[in-house]
C-alpha cells in the first residue's frame, strides 16, 4: 500500500481526491495524504478539523475482490491496523471505541471514514480515510473540542513523526490485510476485542432506527456491536453512533 502515492499541501479533502482517481482507474494500494483539508469530513457529515502540518490526514484506495458485505469488516481491520501503528509509534495507550474510533484517555485521536463503491453487490473500490491528531496543542483545538478531543502529542508529552507513523499504519494494514486473506475475520476480531475500550462498558447507542440502552458484550462474528439493553434483550447495533457512558 501507498507505493503510489499523491502528496498535497493543500485540498478541501483526501477522499474526494482519491474517489477521482479511483474513478480515473488509480491501483489498488493508491494514497493520498495532504498536509492540510479545507473541507475535511468526518461520519454522519461532520467537519473534521485538519490543520496544516499537524495532522495524518490521508486516504487509501483498495480495490478488495469482495462482496459489498466485506466493508464493515474492514472497518473494523482498519481500525485495529491504525490503533497498533500508534501505540508502537507513540507509546500512546489508545483503544478503540466501536467500531473504529480511537480514544486516549477517553477522548478522540483518531476518526476513520470509509467509502465504498459498488457494483453488483461486490466492492468496486473502498476509500479508507484516517485522520489522526499527531501534533495539534490544545490552544490550537478549537474549543468545541477540548473535552473530546486529543493528540498524541498531548498525550505523549512530545511531537511525534508523521512520515514514521504514516509507514506503520501502511506497514499494519499490509498484514492484517494478509492475515484476513488467509484466516478470515475470526483473527482480527480477536485483536479488535484486545484493544478495544467498548466491551464490557454502558454504552448509549443511536441507531437509524432507535436508541439503545445497555451494556457492549461482544462483537460478533460479522462485526457487528452486541448490545445487552436494560430490559435483558440482547440488540446487534450493524452501524450507530455509541457514547460510553
Ligand atoms: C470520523 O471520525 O468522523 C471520521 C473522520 C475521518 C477524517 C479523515 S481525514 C482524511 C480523510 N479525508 C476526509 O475528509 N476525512 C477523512
Redesign the pocket.
Known amino acids: 500500500f501507498g507505493r503510489q502515492l499523491k502528496l498535497l499541501g493543500v485540498t478541501s479533502?483526501?477522499?474526494e481526491e482519491a474517489r477521482r482517481l479511483a474513478e480515473e482507474g488509480a491501483p489498488s494500494g493508491t494514497l493520498v495524504v495532504a498536509e492540510e483539508?479545507t473541507g475535511?469530513?468526518?461520519?454522519q457529515g461532520?467537519k473534521?478539523f485538519?490543520p496544516p502540518y499537524k495532522g495524518i490526514?490521508?486516504?487509501l484506495l483498495l480495490r478488495p475482490q469482495r462482496p459489498l458485505s466485506f466493508a464493515p469488516q474492514l472497518t473494523l481491520l482498519t481500525a485495529v491496523a491504525v490503533c497498533r501503528a500508534v501505540r508502537k509509534v507513540s507509546g500512546v495507550d489508545a483503544g478503540i471505541k466501536w467500531p473504529n474510533?480511537l480514544l486516549a484517555n477517553g477522548k478522540k485521536i483518531c476518526?476513520?471514514?470509509i467509502e465504498s463503491a459498488g457494483e453488483d453487490e461486490r466492492i468496486k473500490y473502498c476509500i479508507i480515510?484516517?485522520?489522526i491528531d499527531v501534533n495539534v496543542d490544545r490552544d490550537e483545538m478549537p474549543a468545541a473540542l477540548h473535552d473530546i478531543a486529543t493528540s498524541l502529542k498531548m498525550e505523549s508529552g512530545q511531537a511525534q513523526n508523521r512520515a514514521e507513523l504514516i509507514a506503520a499504519v501502511l506497514d499494519e494494514l499490509e498484514l492484517l490485510y494478509a492475515l484476513y486473506e488467509e484466516e478470515g475475520f475470526a483473527p482480527i476480531r480477536h485483536l479488535w476485542e484486545a484493544l478495544s475500550v467498548t466491551l464490557g462498558r454502558r454504552v448509549a447507542v443511536k441507531t437509524a432506527q432507535r436508541d439503545v440502552n445497555g451494556t457492549a458484550e461482544a462483537l460478533d462474528e460479522s462485526g457487528a456491536l452486541v448490545v445487552l439493553d436494560d430490559s435483558g434483550k440482547k440488540i446487534m447495533i450493524f452501524s450507530g453512533d455509541v457514547q460510553l457512558t
Open positions: 479533502s483526501t477522499q483539508q475535511g469530513r468526518g461520519r461532520k473534521w485538519s490526514w490521508m486516504s474510533d476518526g476513520i471514514l480515510g484516517i485522520g
